[in-house]
């Protein structure tokens, strides 16, 4: 079938990519679903930090690869051997598949899927190779997703189904920003009653577990960040307290639990300097491969801190997603407000630099 979506055709054009013009908007082709496959059309599909760092060379993908890697849509069609997802059933695509015979899948989250990774790394499905093309040329797929599309072939094992009630734009940013942010509290951190939460880092990402550490109720939520609009947004979203990093290191603000969700050095050398004596910091973010921090071994030895790496919130997204529902279903998690822009197909380029600056919540390309 023939479909529209956005392929990255260059990696590491100069900005402003509104000008470079990296990512074409285009026809292409669309094999239907094989075996253990489906065909989801999108409706809503979220802009992540994760595509911004393939679009400037940070994270090393093959292309031309069709962007996407959170959205959600209608299933139209399924392939053999998918027996409990049905046509017109509303899904989470999710951008790290689980195969549940590996020995990352063995570790309930910790490690990621060893075959779902290979996938992954050469822009293909879980099943193996492509099902995009364009002009006969094949096109890679973005974490098994490439949700910047009006539909999408995808592994059965790359979706959760979701209710009817959950909006489109929802079920999207569950797939990374509420999977991340929330699974690096309740899967990596397992805070306790009364353990007071940092979040740095105020992104889609952060603002997630910003709201989910708002949602558990156990004690203090701080959030940290250099944009002061996004800091008066966390405590809109229920925050105690809001600092730029520089109020941070002055009034020796500490945590029990701080998430860094801002992947670059400085906020993780921010994250772990906050962290009080026996606490634990989890970072999530993705800086450059290249990149190196500097912290104290000392310091983690004698005042007992733990660092913990978390990739998609150490999640089993069969098992998390539902949880993220019952919370917003039940008024404790308002993921809606984490949409700050909705944004049609055509304005991806001009998106990606909102990302780079900084200013962008979370935009979704909401497809009609």
């Known amino acids: 079938m023939r479909i529209r979506g956005a392929v990255l055709d260059r990696v590491a054009d100069p900005a402003p990519f509104a000008a470079s013009r990296p990512i074409t908007v285009c026809e292409l082709e669309l094999t239907g679903p094989g075996d253990g496959e489906l065909l989801v059309r999108i409706e809503a599909a979220g802009l992540c930090h994760s595509d911004l760092s393939v679009v400037d060379g940070n994270r090393v993908r093959p292309v031309p690869m ?31 598949p689980r195969c549940g015979d590996c020995a990352g899948c063995a570790g309930n989250g910790r490690t990621p899927c060893g075959p779902g990774s290979v996938a992954n790394n050469a822009g293909e499905l879980l099943g193996g190779g492509r099902r995009l093309r364009r002009d006969g040329e094949e096109v890679h797929h973005h974490l098994g997703v490439s949700g910047f599309a009006t539909h999408a072939v995808v592994d059965r094992r790359s979706v959760v189904p979701v209710d009817d009630d959950v909006p489109s734009e929802v079920a999207a940013v569950l797939g990374c920003a509420v999977l991340t942010g929330g699974g690096a509290l ?27 550490a708002v949602s558990l109720g156990l004690g203090e939520v701080i959030a940290v960040d250099t944009v002061p609009e996004k800091l008066a947004l966390a405590r809109e979203f229920g925050a105690t307290a809001a600092f730029t990093p520089a109020e941070i290191a002055d009034k020796g603000v500490n945590a029990d ?13 921010t994250a772990v300097a906050a962290t009080a004596p026996g606490g634990v ?30 990739y998609l919130g150490s999640a089993v997204p ?50 009609d």
């Open 66 to 96: 069709l962007l996407g890697h959170e959205a959600a849509g209608i299933v139209e069609a399924v392939g053999p051997g998918v027996d409990d997802v049905a046509v017109g059933q509303r899904v989470v695509m999710t951008f790290l």
């Open 186 to 212: 309740l899967n990596a951190a397992k805070p306790g009653a009364g353990d007071r939460i940092l979040v740095v880092g105020l992104g889609g990402v952060g603002m997630a577990a910003v709201l989910v």
């Open 257 to 269: 639990v701080v998430i860094e969700a801002a992947g670059n050095v400085r906020a993780f050398e």
């Open 281 to 310: 910091t989890v970072t999530v973010g993705l800086p450059a491969p290249e990149a190196t921090a500097t912290i104290s071994p000392l310091a983690l030895v004698a005042q007992g801190r733990t660092i913990i790496g978390s």
């Open 318 to 367: 069969a098992r998390d997603i539902p949880e993220y529902v019952r919370r917003w279903r039940a008024g404790k998690l308002p993921l809606e407000r984490l949409v700050s822009a909705r944004i049609g197909l055509d304005a991806v380029n001009e998106a990606m630099d909102e990302l780079a600056a900084g200013a962008a919540l979370r935009q979704v390309i909401v497809f």
